[in-house]
């Protein structure tokens, strides 16, 4: 047995100082690839805190001097977005609320619960998931304006409470692993679906809802296309578009085409911090709960 | 399941046979409830939508007036008379072509370089996943002035290095590379995906390959991509489809321009509908999309059947 050790001896330095090389370029390619990545956001903080006459000072100054921490409150207050922050919460809250609990319920349904022609109505459901989105938004737009509901949050709350196929899918692959033998149970006990899915099944989904509704709650506070289409009245804007009407007043608007750079304004640092102050709650929640994005790339991995 | 299930009917001596139980007729009817509120959903939101695209597109419609029918007469103009829909279906196809491609392979390596699982990794992993939770809208108004040719951070990294920054959004050529570039840093979601099909490919086939004296490359090409297969076709499919509907960073960040060199399809679609109010023309473009859409993922699949490896084989 030694001898054997002592004859490969050699090699296996050979291959560990090769491993320890190959480590080396790996963690030299991953701090070199960063770069990209988090050089933007630093220097985004960085602006955020320059007087007027550092921001456009060339070559770019890493670390503002002197700090002008009262940028963030004028920005704040250069435009209503309390009101701004406000509207988001609500047109995130309630979707939330509605996609995380309604898509378990059919996802129990169809997990769990045995009725004719549930299997094809599954199916049905699964390929809605992969139907481009662009087909429908004009149509769903018009109906909305039928009803009315233009310029109100309605259209950006009530299609959450008909469930969302992906987080269907989701937690159905979820309801799937769990024992059937406490379901079976209640049921001979006399309960009824609505019970068993209420007092059995929902406790124990916690970690899938929490996905759902990190994933819903992204979705919801980052969404443009859909506030812009259906929030008209200054006061029903989000974060979102508020930040894109406030970056053409402070700079003269890329909607005016690149040329809006000629026309650059010196409350470029206002701009970055509320650029600042809307990416914040995205960061902590990312912070809080990074396995969760995590095993949601997971599950749709599973997907392909 | 069952067997106390039949033990009840039978002490409750029920007379038709094969009959559904009472039990079971109720778990029927509560399982359909419950499902409802998806169906009445696919009605209203996907299936009646749909409908009303393809009968909206053969109208000519400006919401104020009542619609008018007006046959394929939107898609024969589209087809033969319209320079801008040509321009936008080639902006969107030229943006695809070189984001895709950049956003599997690097994806790809990101998630190989993590998955070496060195000191460190998850939080690398972090970073490169951070921007994709920010909002759109703020990346793109960050990604505005990163890109600004004179005082822009990128063009000052590329002058430490000896070079002559482009004009980026300023410029016709370069407005486009500039949005793929600034989508590169939404690359994460490809890449967790990788990383999470990196992690399922069996350790011991790896282990196995380099018993036998495989290098890091025969290992790479013989195992770790076969495997890897049906997660790269996934990650083609989503990334095409998120290509092809491309919007917010070219309506924040140039609005189109200069000249029409970043009018992508959509945002195309988006002016015709709500900044030109012609409902009828929009909705046959939507259709147009969408069919090209459909018949790019079918081919795709039948792609697939050559290069993608099942792992029920």
């Known amino acids: 047995m030694e001898k054997q050790i002592r004859t490969f001896t050699p090699r296996t330095r050979s291959r560990q100082i090769g491993t320890l090389v190959f480590r080396s370029v790996v963690l030299l390619l991953l701090v070199l690839l960063s770069a990209p990545f988090i050089l933007p956001l630093i220097w985004l903080s960085s602006t955020a805190l320059k007087v007027p006459e550092q921001v456009y000072v060339y070559p770019p100054q890493w670390i503002p001097d002197p700090a002008r921490w009262s940028n963030f409150y004028d920005a704040w207050t250069a435009a209503p977005f309390t009101r701004f922050l406000l509207n988001t919460i609500i047109t995130t809250a309630f979707p939330m609320l509605g996609e995380v609990f309604v898509s378990a319920v059919v996802a129990y349904s169809f997990a769990r619960v045995r009725w004719p022609g549930r299997d094809k109505v599954f199916a049905l459901c699964v390929a809605t998931m992969l139907m481009p989105w662009v087909a429908t938004f004009i149509p769903i737009f018009l109906e909305f304006k039928t009803l009315g509901w233009v310029d109100t949050f ?23 692993n769990l024992p059937m033998e406490l379901e079976d149970a209640a049921r001979i006990d006399g309960a009824n679906t609505f019970q068993v899915f209420g007092l059995i099944i929902l406790p124990l989904l916690g970690p899938a809802l929490a996905t759902v509704a990190i994933f819903s709650f992204m979705n919801h506070w980052n969404s443009f296309l859909g506030p812009m289409i259906y929030l008209h009245s200054p006061n029903l804007k989000t974060l979102s578009l508020g930040l894109a009407t406030f970056e053409s007043a402070m700079t003269g608007g890329a909607q005016a085409g690149a040329g809006a750079y000629s026309l650059v304004s010196t409350r470029l640092n206002l701009l970055m911090a509320a650029a600042f102050l809307i990416n914040i709650p995205c960061v902590i929640v990312f912070i809080l709960f990074q396995k969760y994005f995590v095993r949601d790339a997971l599950l749709s991995g599973l997907k392909g | 399941m069952n067997q106390p299930l039949e033990l009840k009917r039978a002490s409750a001596a029920t007379p038709v046979r094969r009959e559904p139980s009472k039990l079971q007729r109720r778990e029927a009817i509560e399982g359909f409830v419950m499902a409802l509120p998806w169906m009445i959903g696919f009605v209203l939101f996907t299936a009646g939508p749909l409908v009303a695209a393809l009968v909206l597109g053969l109208t000519d419609w400006d919401i104020i007036t009542p619609p008018k029918f007006v046959g394929l007469e939107n898609f024969v103009k589209i087809f033969t008379d319209d320079k801008l829909f040509l321009t936008s279906a080639w902006v969107t196809i030229s943006y695809a072509a070189m984001a895709v491609p950049l956003h599997v392979i690097l994806g790809f390596i990101l998630a190989g370089l993590l998955n070496t699982r060195i000191p460190g990794h998850s939080v690398f992993r972090a970073i490169y996943y951070l921007p994709t939770v920010l909002p759109l809208v703020a990346s793109a108004v960050l990604w505005t002035w990163v890109l600004n040719p004179e005082f822009g951070l990128v063009n000052y990294l590329l002058s430490l290095m000896g070079i002559p920054g482009p004009g980026w959004l300023t410029d016709e050529d370069w407005a486009l590379p500039s949005i793929v570039l600034m989508n590169l840093s939404f690359i994460g979601t490809t890449m967790v995906i990788m990383l999470a099909g990196l992690q399922r490919v069996p350790q011991e086939l790896i282990e196995a390959a380099q018993l036998d004296g495989a290098n890091r490359w025969q290992v790479l090409w013989n195992v770790t991509l076969p495997f890897m297969s049906p997660v790269i076709f996934f990650t083609i499919i989503v990334n095409i489809n998120n290509s092809f509907q491309t919007f917010t960073q070219a309506f924040v960040m140039t609005g189109g321009g200069p000249g029409t060199s970043t009018t992508f399809y959509m945002l195309y679609l988006y002016n015709n509908a709500f900044r030109y109010l012609r409902m009828g023309y929009a909705n046959a473009l939507a259709l147009i999309l969408f069919i090209a859409i459909i018949a790019i993922t079918i081919m795709q699949f039948r792609i697939a059947r050559v290069w993608v490896h099942s792992e029920q084989e």
């Open chain 1, 154 to 176: 309605l259209p950006l709350i009530v299609p959450s409470f008909f469930g969302t196929p992906f987080y269907i899918f989701m937690l159905r692959q979820f309801m799937l």
